[in-house]
């Protein structure tokens, strides 16, 4: 097995950004999930509410990360907050601090979502756990659903599209990891692997919802429903949750790349 691609969303629930290579860290790959929007109360929005997001592209550059979006004008943010404003936001059931970034961000997304929204980071000192029930001590997330990354076998994908009428691409399901090599859904099973020179622990399959409809090209959902709808059909567990793919935590850092090979250790 090898991996065949590597993924970030710098921006919860925007378009991802295509790696041949990336460090791991403890929370994941360097910039993956690392800004939100949230709304008046902090709550964060997601392409859930806001299937527009999905159609926004990022960039990352020396100079930051670059903004753009069907309709908007080109916006480049910086890396680094200019000022530390804390503000308490929530993801899930997890409440935490980030740092709002500004004031032309918060303009720009709330113009294009067209409801009032802020841009905020999650800085490298600012730490959200993972949940305990599921990772050790130490175990760090950043914005993302609930775990640092998440893998998805070629092969999984191929059996789902073999019960599709329309085929979906791989997009749809927002992973990290894509390997190849693989049996179909035998990452369900991975409790341990090695990717390239780091080690991984798998900790739960991924629970999957209305996003995976939403087409990242236009920003609407599949008026079937799909491919969620068939994904139910076979996927579903009796205690509940659609599921698909591998969420992973590193237990070591280092180099991944496009083209390492991924060893299933336990």
């Given at each position: 097995?090898?991996?065949?691609?590597?993924?970030?969303?710098?921006?919860?629930?925007?378009?991802?950004?295509?790696?041949?290579?990336?460090?791991?860290?403890?929370?994941?790959?360097?910039?993956?999930?690392?800004?939100?929007?949230?709304?008046?109360?902090?709550?964060?929005?997601?392409?859930?509410?806001?299937?527009?997001?999905?159609?926004?592209?990022?960039?990352?550059?020396?100079?930051?990360?670059?903004?753009?979006?069907?309709?908007?004008?080109?916006?480049g943010l910086s890396l680094v907050?200019?000022?530390?404003?804390?503000?308490?936001?929530?993801?899930?059931?997890?409440?935490?601090?980030?740092?709002?970034?500004?004031?032309?961000a918060d303009a720009w997304f709330?113009?294009?979502?067209?409801?009032?929204?802020?841009?905020?980071?999650?800085?490298?000192?600012?730490?959200?756990?993972?949940?305990?029930?599921?990772?050790?001590?130490?175990?760090?997330?950043?914005?993302?659903?609930?775990?640092?990354?998440?893998?998805?076998?070629?092969?999984?994908?191929?059996?789902?599209?073999?019960?599709?009428?329309?085929?979906?691409?791989?997009?749809?399901?927002?992973?990290?990891?894509?390997?190849?090599?693989?049996?179909?859904?035998?990452?369900?099973?991975?409790?341990?692997?090695?990717?390239?020179?780091?080690?991984?622990?798998?900790?739960?399959?991924?629970?999957?919802?209305?996003?995976?409809?939403?087409?990242?090209?236009?920003?609407?959902?599949?008026?079937?429903?799909?491919?969620?709808?068939?994904?139910?059909?076979?996927?579903?567990?009796?205690?509940?949750?659609?599921?698909?793919?591998?969420?992973?935590?590193?237990?070591?850092?280092?180099?991944?790349?496009?083209?390492?090979?991924?060893?299933?250790?336990?």
């Amino acid at each position: 097995m090898q991996v065949t691609e590597l993924n970030i969303y710098p921006i919860k629930s925007t378009r991802r950004i295509a790696l041949q290579e990336s460090e791991v860290v403890a929370r994941g790959l360097p910039w993956d999930r690392r800004w939100m929007l949230v709304d008046a109360e902090g709550g964060f929005i997601t392409a859930r509410q806001q299937p527009r997001l999905a159609t926004v592209q990022t960039t990352l550059a020396e100079a930051g990360l670059i903004l753009n979006g069907p309709g908007q004008a080109q916006l480049g943010l910086s890396l680094v907050p200019a000022q530390r404003r804390l503000t308490r936001v929530s993801v899930w059931r997890d409440r935490l601090q980030a740092v709002l970034v500004d004031a032309a961000a918060d303009a720009w997304f709330s113009a294009f979502l067209g409801q009032p929204c802020r841009l905020v980071q999650l800085t490298d000192d600012l730490v959200r756990p993972v949940d305990p029930r599921y990772g050790q001590p130490g175990d760090e997330v950043s914005f993302a659903d609930g775990y640092p990354l998440l893998l998805l076998s070629e092969a999984s994908l191929a059996d789902l599209n073999g019960r599709l009428r329309q085929p979906v691409p791989m997009r749809r399901f927002r992973p990290n990891l894509v390997v190849d090599g693989a049996i179909p859904y035998a990452e369900d099973g991975w409790r341990r692997l090695r990717v390239g020179e780091v080690e991984f622990a798998g900790v739960k399959n991924c629970s999957r919802c209305i996003v995976t409809t939403i087409d990242p090209d236009c920003g609407e959902k599949d008026v079937a429903g799909e491919p969620l709808r068939t994904l139910s059909s076979y996927r579903r567990r009796p205690q509940g949750g659609v599921f698909f793919g591998q969420n992973l935590i590193p237990r070591s850092g280092g180099v991944i790349r496009v083209g390492d090979p991924v060893v299933v250790l336990e």
